[in-house]
């Protein structure tokens, strides 16, 4: 007969909050102001050529097909990634909820992540361990990771990446996010986490210091890999804001951990998580 504990094991949970955070989010409101003033722009020339601009989204919400494009923009916007994006994958972490729209953003997002060797090993890891991306409104965030661990360890973990970024911001910035989460996801499966044993130094406003510097780290790699290390030329926007953090990460751990302290202090942090 196989033998149960006596008590269900305690589950605790732990939110890891972010990616680029909302200090990234005011400058992507300026940004997302000119682009909406570049798809007027390309819509118009799509008018004059008589092609009507949204015949492959018309089954979609406006502002969900606008965001469609919005982002097909921004691909042509910038330095282009140093390396090419891997081929499509058989299988994507996404879940079934997520609409069709946010999908296909989110698959190319993982084809660029899928790009460097880091990308890719975090890739396989969401893979093999059921850690699957959704996407909701998120009102300062721009994606956290849940997880969830008992005293046998980790349990389970769920990326939930905010809509308004997966529709505004560009391919790199979003597989950026991606990474990051991703790392959160690892060092939660691997017991890396600080949460475990409670070593986490922890901002005021709840964010697990700890936790941020590392995935803010491997976004800061990711980035480097994509653009070098002078990061993105013509970056503007949230791709400043990668910029700004990968200039950060190369100055070395005590600059970088203060950079990450400073942009996660934020009282917004965690709202309506
Ligand atoms: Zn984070």
């Given amino acids: 007969m196989q033998q149960y504990p006596q008590f269900e094991p305690e589950i605790d949970e732990n939110a890891s909050l972010d990616a680029t955070a909302g200090c990234f989010r005011a400058i992507g409101l300026a940004m997302a102001t ?43 916007i910038g330095e282009t990634p140093g390396v090419e994006p891997a081929a499509p994958a058989e299988w994507y972490p996404i879940d079934d909820t997520v609409n069709v729209v946010y999908t296909g953003v989110l698959e190319r997002a993982f084809d660029l992540l899928r790009a460097t060797d880091e990308g890719a090993r975090l890739f396989d890891v969401l893979v093999e361990n059921d850690v699957l991306v959704s996407v909701e409104e998120l009102p300062y965030n721009a994606g956290y990771t849940r997880t969830r661990w008992s005293w046998y360890g980790w349990v389970g973990s769920h ?20 990474v990051h989460e991703a790392a959160h996801a690892e060092r939660a499966i691997t017991g890396e986490a600080c949460f475990y044993e409670e070593t986490c130094d922890t901002l005021p406003n ?10 803010h780290g491997a976004e800061a790699r990711f980035w480097q890999e994509l653009f070098g290390a002078d990061g993105k030329r013509f970056a503007y ?8 953090l990968l200039e950060a990460w190369q100055k070395g751990d005590t600059a970088f951990a203060s950079f990450v302290r400073s942009i996660r202090g934020d009282d917004r942090e965690g709202v309506g998580i």
């Fill in 159 to 178: 990326i939930v990446i905010d809509a308004e970024s997966v529709r505004s911001r560009n391919l790199d910035t979003l597989a950026a996010i991606l």
């Fill in 237 to 244: 926007g949230s791709d400043s804001g990668q910029n700004r």
């Fill in 34 to 76: 000119t682009v909406l003033a570049l798809v007027t722009l390309i819509l118009g020339i799509w008018a004059a050529i008589n092609v009507p601009p949204l015949t492959a989204f018309d089954n979609l919400p406006p502002e969900e097909a606008v965001g469609r494009v919005v982002t097909v923009a921004l691909d042509d």
């Fill in 206 to 215: 709840g964010v697990e210091l700890t936790e941020e510097i590392a995935a």
